[in-house]
């Protein structure tokens, strides 16, 4: 940081001028041509960062790295603890790899501007395959291994890929889990057919191959390397899937310049990593933390990254984390509290924790979803390092609010993700869109445009993009978590302010559960609310009414099987009560804002009639998680 320097200049700077602030930093970035224009202004609220630079992000995340005599600098450390195997990649291995599989992208008939699916574990040929796009223009989407085929088929349909990357199998704890299969009925859901699948056999499950079936080693074997091709700065990186209200999910958009300007300022700044260090970012590639900072931002800064392929606990036991921050010698850890919760069930009072060094840690940060006091405290005092706080979303894909480590970390408070990361004007407003006063709670909106590397639109569907986000609060985007800002600035995001809920670091659209719960032949009207839960944060809980004269002889089971069926075992939806009755509006609206707000503790306006104060009384303690 320079003499002078602090958290809020920078900030105040990045918004009053931005252009000034962005083009600086995207001296960080190898550009084919620069950009001599740094924010395209012409179809608002849609705006694009560097319209005329091109760019490639694969040669920014390995070839310059080798190119700069840094080729023997592990890229990669593959940790599978369900395997019992540790890999490392250096830069140049990584880079052959990569142009390698670019090529077989390439023969597969994959072209510039084409997308590709990847559905894969936790291995490094996953990440082989994103850059692999990358390197030739090409899109890739990424879906999270725990969803179930029909699912992966809804994206199949709406990202109409040309070729599919998978692997024979996932590794869950001690369970195989086959991904073929899952392929497979994916494929026969789907409309939408692509010409080609790689799959990657694993030595855990021999997948059975069909006729556009390729395997991954022979198509290693005869691949002709392919070098980076230029893309422009505003064309699409990858597509990332999140959930929408309707069952339709949404497709986030990555550009690539913007994207590749943002990762690199954010690893430094936010959190203050640099090239020699060794990161560790403990969540899935199929979520956008996985995609930025598993991925993208270590690798395009050249730090070395952690792969880590196993559960916070019983991989073999809760002290796994401890035993890869002390036999990699991490500098830092990223993960969702959820996974610090779990250890500290297992382990109190930090006994395991105690048998591993782990004095290479200088910070340890937490994103996903809410950091309960409890947990902040509990990892603070055991870990002796920072507990940073940071949120953001799969649609910004860096963070909103911060505390800058890297740039000038400033006093943490407990339950809140620090302050406004410099690039986001970060406003609370009430329902009509006014700023409200410091303390008060309302929507948390920020002020267009957003900073580079956040969504350029929804795949395919600028007007989604515009009804979902851009038209609540015009001339903002509407986060759709509610909170507040206090005096001195800091931001405390206290949940969403719509159906999406956060279960374990994962995110789930009740409404799209709901309309699976529906369709089940007994159930005549369901509501699908999350409630606390002491592990996950919160759990989906289904109310269910049944149809007249319908048994309710397991029922409950199957809502669940279906569930899990449909959606996937990320779905967690284990408890479902039947009840007689939900409550409604007049018009006959189930009141689920009520529901939701007794599930959160929150005040809420009283419904109006007596007998819908009477069925929320009757559902209260299921509600409150009490039951
Ligand atoms: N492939 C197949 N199944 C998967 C899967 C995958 N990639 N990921 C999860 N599942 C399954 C799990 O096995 C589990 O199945 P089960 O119902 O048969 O037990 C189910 O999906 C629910 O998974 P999860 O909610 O993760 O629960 P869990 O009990 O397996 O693990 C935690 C709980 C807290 C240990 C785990 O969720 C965790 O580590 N969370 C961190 C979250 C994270 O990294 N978030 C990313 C944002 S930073
Ligand atoms: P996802 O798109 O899966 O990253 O989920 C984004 C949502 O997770 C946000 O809109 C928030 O509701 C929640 N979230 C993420 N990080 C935090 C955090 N640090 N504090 C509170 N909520 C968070």
Known sequence: ???????????????????????????????????????????????????????????????????????????????????GKVTRLTYAELRDQVARFAGALRDAGVEQGDRVIIYMPMVPEAVVAMLACARIGAVHSVVFGGFAPAELAARIDDAEPTAIVTASCGVEGSRIIEYKPLVDEAL?????????????????????????????????????????????????????????????????????????????????????????????????????????????????????????????????????????????????????????????????????????????????????????????????????????????????????????????????????????????????VDEQGQDVAAGIEGNIVIRLPLPPGTLPTLWGDDQRYIDSYLSVFPGNYATGDGGFIDEDGYVFVMGRTDDVINVAGHRLSTGSLEAVVASHPRVAECAVIGVRDDLKGQVPRAFVVLKAGASDDGVEDEIVALVRDRVGPVAALKQVSVVPALPKTRSGKILRRSMRAIADGRDEAPPSTIEDIRVLDALGPLLRGDA
């Open 1 to 83: 940081m320079e003499e002078g320097t602090t958290y809020r200049d920078v900030h105040a700077r990045s918004l009053a001028e931005p252009e000034a602030f962005w083009a600086e930093a995207a001296e960080a970035i190898d550009w084919v041509t620069a950009p001599t224009r740094v924010l395209d202004t012409s179809s608002p609220p849609l705006f694009r960062w560097f319209p005329d630079g091109e760019l490639n992000t694969c040669a920014n995340a390995v070839d310059r790295h080798v190119d700069a005599g840094r080729g023997d600098r592990v890229a990669v450390i593959h940790d599978s603890a369900v395997t």
């Open 188 to 428: 026969r859901l789907a409309q939408h057919q692509p010409t080609a699948t790689i799959l990657l056999q694993r030595p855990q499950a021999q997948a059975v191959m069909g006729d556009r079936d390729r395997d991954w080693t022979e198509v290693m074997a005869t691949a002709v390397p392919v070098d980076p091709v230029p893309v422009q700065a505003t064309d699409p990186l990858y597509i990332l899937y999140t959930s929408g209200t309707t069952g339709k999910p949404k497709g986030i958009v990555r550009d690539n310049g913007g994207h590749a300007v943002a990762m690199a300022w954010s690893l430094g700044n936010v959190y203050g990593i640099g090239p020699d260090d060794v990161w560790w970012s403990a969540s899935d590639v199929g979520w956008v933390v996985g995609h930025s900072y598993i991925v993208y931002a270590p690798l395009i800064v050249g730090a070395t990254t952690v792969m880590f392929e196993g559960k916070p606990i019983g991989t073999p036991d809760a002290g796994a984390f401890w035993r890869v921050i002390a036999d990699h010698g991490v500098n830092a850890l990223f993960t969702a509290p959820t996974a610090i919760r779990a250890i500290k069930k297992e382990d109190p009072d930090g006994e395991l924790l105690a048998r591993h060094d782990i004095s290479s840690l200088r910070a340890l940060f937490q994103a996903g979803e809410r950091l309960d006091p409890a947990t902040f405290a509990w990892a603070s005092q055991h870990l002796g390092v920072s507990v940073v706080d940071n949120w953001w979303q799969t649609e910004t894909g860096w963070p909103i609010t911060a505390n800058l480590r890297g740039l000038d970390p400033m006093p943490l408070k407990s339950g809140s993700s620090s302050v406004p990361v410099p690039g986001y004007d970060v406003r609370v």
